[in-house]
């Protein structure tokens, strides 16, 4: 109802972000609500859902496809890069966009660079490198586990911190340079009014 009250009358463009716990796919009848808000109100856009995939169903993903659901961004870390979320993603690609986002920490680099000739093959929308941010005590601890020492930690607020990592960056776009991929390369725009920023050559 905030919704539309908020943009009924309003031509701008618009911008959607809504977060929660969990997998956003615990809440299918939440998005089939706000896709179906989108549409009375006339709005046409670009919706992409981020997921682990681990709720993903072929019933799931048939709603999906009728809510109007444009891609799918999988998160590789959360199921460890399994072969059950590539194969996953193999079926979403014959329905809807795809695409990957992963955080720029040293435990998944070696994980990342053996899947990235499959990711390729598959013809993924883009790739998304994005920093690490801690926001918890319990994120840090967790972290300090199983980092490596030389991890460095940039303190950006009383409650946030950031780890930039760009060995691991620049050891990314080496390898997409040698490898020659296809895949567009996406790196996040820390701090700036856009999300991201697509470069091919970064």
Do not use: W
């Amino acid at each position: 109802l905030k919704i539309k009250k908020h943009f009924g009358t309003s031509e701008a463009s618009k911008f959607f972000l809504f977060s929660g716990r969990g997998d956003p796919l615990f809440y299918v009848p939440c998005i089939e609500a706000y896709m179906k808000v989108y549409k009375e109100l006339g709005y046409k856009g670009y919706a992409i859902i981020y997921t682990s995939a681990s709720q993903l169903t072929p019933l799931i993903l048939t709603k999906l496809v009728r809510y109007g659901i444009d891609e799918l961004r999988f998160n590789l870390v959360a199921t460890d890069f399994s072969q059950e979320t590539l194969d996953k993603m193999e079926v979403v690609k014959h329905q809807m966009k795809v695409s990957v986002q992963i955080p720029l920490l040293s435990i998944y680099e070696k994980k990342l660079l053996n899947v990235l000739p499959y990711l390729n093959d598959l013809g993924i929308t883009q790739l998304i490198i994005c920093y690490a941010y801690i926001v918890s005590q319990t994120g840090a601890e967790k972290l300090q586990t199983v980092l490596p020492k030389t991890t460095v930690v940039t303190k950006l607020t009383e409650g946030k911190a950031v780890i930039y990592n760009q060995p691991m960056l620049d050891n990314i776009k080496e390898h997409f340079r040698k490898k020659k991929y296809k895949i567009p390369l996406v790196m996040e725009r820390p701090g700036g009014s856009e999300i991201y920023e697509r470069k091919h050559d970064l």
